[in-house]
């Protein structure tokens, strides 16, 4: 089964990063949001594969503040999101964010999970690495529940997926990724929720799955949204 195949499998739809990012933007537009007032905030994996998709962002919205770590988990906390905040334009009184929450997966051009090239070495590569190693923990039921200090950021992503995980229970590779974006959004959204002064600031909250593939990268968009005047409108892209 071909990369095409596999993608169509797992994804209703999907954008090119640029048409994904093109996209939220002309939305938002709608709703109020620009880059002269906004300021953007992403939160993807580490890796190096992921960084077009913030290059794009850039782009569109001016320099953004950076959320990221290994998996793109949210562990940026909330006195990340305040600075944030505090770092947006003020117009007429107004703030507004738009913040980007995207772990990734590859899939290779015979349709394997995980599965990617990178520039300069010619065996095939992992992505999401991250998630890769903890999968093969949990594989031979060895997960380190201990914090390592010289690997925090693994150690905590081992402890937060353990709890949504069902015990005993071994998923894929998709899988994995799934209950990763679902617990990115829960953990991010409840910061959200104790920090933002909806009263003074207008937002969104761009959320799916980074895909590399082949020959290019692509976007799977999930649950997105935008709180304007303290009401809820979905992205529906």
């Known amino acids: 089964m071909g990369f095409e195949r596999v993608l169509k499998k797992y994804f209703d739809k999907f954008y090119t990063e640029a048409d994904f990012v093109k996209k939220t933007c002309a939305i938002l537009k709608k709703h109020g949001f620009s880059a002269e007032n906004t300021i953007a905030a992403v939160d993807v994996c580490r890796d190096e594969i992921s960084q077009p998709l913030v290059a794009l962002i850039r782009d569109k919205w001016g320099e953004a503040f950076n959320l990221c770590s290994l998996a793109a988990m949210f562990f940026a906390g909330k006195t990340a999101l305040l600075a944030a905040m505090h ?5 007429r009184g107004k703030e507004h964010y738009v913040f980007y929450a995207l772990p990734h997966i590859a899939i290779g051009a015979n349709g394997q999970l995980g599965v990617c090239k990178r520039i300069g070495r010619t065996q095939a590569s992992n992505a999401c690495g991250a ?9 031979t ?24 995980i ?25 910061a ?6 909806k009263k003074r600031s207008d937002y969104a909250f761009i959320t799916g799955i980074q895909i590399h593939g082949p020959d290019s990268n ?13 009401k809820r409108k979905n992205i529906n892209l």
């Open 87 to 91: 770092h947006a334009p003020i117009v």
């Open 131 to 139: 998630l890769n190693v903890f999968l093969g923990e949990l594989k």
């Open 141 to 164: 039921k060895k997960p380190n529940l201990s914090i390592d200090n010289e690997d925090v950021e693994l150690s905590l992503i081992r402890t937060r997926l353990l709890k949504e």
């Open 166 to 190: 069902p015990y005993g229970h071994i998923p894929d590779l998709m899988e994995l990724t799934m209950i990763t974006m679902k617990t990115i959004k829960e953990d991010f959204e409840s």
């Open 192 to 197: 959200l929720n104790k920090t933002i002064d």
């Open 218 to 230: 692509y976007v799977w968009p999930s649950g997105s949204y935008c709180i304007v005047k303290g």
